[in-house]
DNA sequence: GCCAACGTTGGC
DNA sequence: GCCAACGTTGGC
């Protein structure tokens, strides 16, 4: 089983949103970014577990557990002209961008926010923390997941 | 709102 | 294939 960690910006889609979800799942697209791709591409296994984390709001940090509960499929939303995540680009019969789905499991009982977890030196080396990182989909390790979990 | 970091685009 | 310009991300 791999971990993971998924971005999202709460005023667009939060840990609650997903809970509201019917059988708390969602399709996650809009993902236009090859590396994040290519995880949920190859790598991303249902069953497998995803933090997910709060971006670009005042306390950014993993806020909540889902699990992959689909493995990758084209992302229909590149097709659509009327969406914000549009790619013209992008062939139905040879699609550039796909997503998976993902299953709420549980908020954390407290938000772990970006500021602790870039404090802990047992973190280092975790994606997240990484100067610059932008990835909205980064696999975690075995041991940093734990220790996060551990953290709560 | 600012801006550093990064990915993408496109001219050459 | 290089690289400057540009757009986006996302913390602060």
Redesign the pocket.
């Given at each position: 089983m791999a971990y993971w960690l998924i971005?999202s910006?709460p005023e667009e889609f939060s840990i609650d949103d997903l809970r509201a979800c019917p059988r708390g799942t969602e399709h996650w697209d809009g993902v236009r970014?090859?590396?994040a791709r290519n995880y949920m591409r190859d790598e991303m296994k249902k069953g497998d577990q995803i933090f997910f984390y709060h971006?670009?709001?005042k306390a950014?940090g993993i806020v909540g557990i889902a699990r992959v509960a689909r493995e990758a499929y084209p992302d229909h939303t590149a097709f659509d002209p009327e969406d914000p995540h549009y790619d013209a680009k992008s062939d139905p019969q040879k699609p550039t961008w796909c997503m998976v789905d993902v299953k709420f499991v549980r908020t954390l009982r407290r938000n772990i926010t970006?500021?602790e977890l870039?404090a802990d030196p047992a973190l280092e080396g975790l994606a997240l923390v990484r100067?610059?990182?932008?990835?909205?989909v980064m696999p975690v390790s075995e041991d940093h997941w734990k220790h996060i979990l551990d953290m709560e």
């Open positions: 971005k910006e970014n090859y590396q971006s670009n709001c950014p970006l500021a870039k100067k610059g990182n932008r990835l909205s």
